[in-house]
């Protein structure tokens, strides 16, 4: 499985990039909120992380509520950087922008995807990636896990004439890291907090006290 990391936070992904397993970014208009960022500088914030993260894909997203618009966006966006991804929530009018888009070769990110037929629709109007959310499914008492299961299965079940592959978002725990891995996710972006959470394991902090320890006898023999 794939990891991109969930951030508009530059920091955090050149974290990611140092460890060798960064294999995208996706942002939304809440990450870029959180980084403080202001219109005028979302651009270039977003140039800087397509520079960073040069050749992965790096999703942007577009709040357009037309079809003209979100076209009208996604090129714009598409324009900043070749690797742009162009993140629409799906809808009657970004499957339509989909469908165009994809005719010109501008990958789209269909976001907000809580369905298995929300994802088949959006696989078959064109887009790249399908975003199926898990953690909001658990915020509101349902087992986003087994929501991600129908939707990888559905996906699995046709070949779209071209490529689509599964991003697990709104991944809170490790755990939903192995359950989308376990069910066979193309990828998972996960927020640098959730990647730390995947590195540690108590038994892995013991055994390093441990070997810490037994060294310090072995040095003070
Ligand atoms: C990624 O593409 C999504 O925008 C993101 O994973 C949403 O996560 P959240 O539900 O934690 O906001």
Redesign the pocket.
């Known amino acids: 499985m794939k990891f991109f990391i969930?951030t508009a936070d530059i920091d955090e992904i050149e974290q990611a990039r140092s460890w060798g397993i960064l294999d995208g970014v996706?942002?939304?208009p809440?990450?870029y909120a959180k980084t403080g960022g202001r219109l005028a500088d979302f651009e270039p914030h977003m140039q800087r992380i397509c520079e960073l993260c040069a050749g992965l894909p790096v999703?942007a997203?577009t709040c357009a509520k037309t079809t003209d618009g979100m076209i009208a966006d996604a090129r714009h966006l598409h324009s900043l950087a070749d690797n742009i991804v162009v993140?629409l929530p799906i809808c009657a009018e970004s499957l339509a922008a989909t469908h165009a888009l994809a005719k010109e070769g501008i990958p789209v990110?269909m976001?907000?995807v809580f369905s298995a037929p929300q994802a088949l629709l959006a696989a078959r109007a064109g887009a790249r990636y399908v975003?199926p959310?898990v953690?909001?499914f658990d915020?509101i008492g349902e087992d986003g896990i087994e929501r991600l299961a129908e939707t990888v299965q559905v996906l699995r079940n046709y070949d779209f004439g071209h490529e689509v592959e599964v991003?697990t978002?709104?991944?809170?725990t490790a755990n939903h890291v192995t359950q989308a891995a376990l069910l066979g996710a193309d990828i998972a972006?996960v927020?640098l907090k959730t990647l730390m959470q995947c590195l540690a394991h108590p038994l892995t902090e013991q055994g390093v006290a441990k070997f810490d320890a037994d060294w310090e006898k072995v040095k003070n023999a």
């Open positions: 969930d996706t942002t939304n809440s990450l999703s997203e993140k990110n976001t907000l975003s959310f953690g909001r915020d991003i978002a709104s991944v809170r972006t927020p």
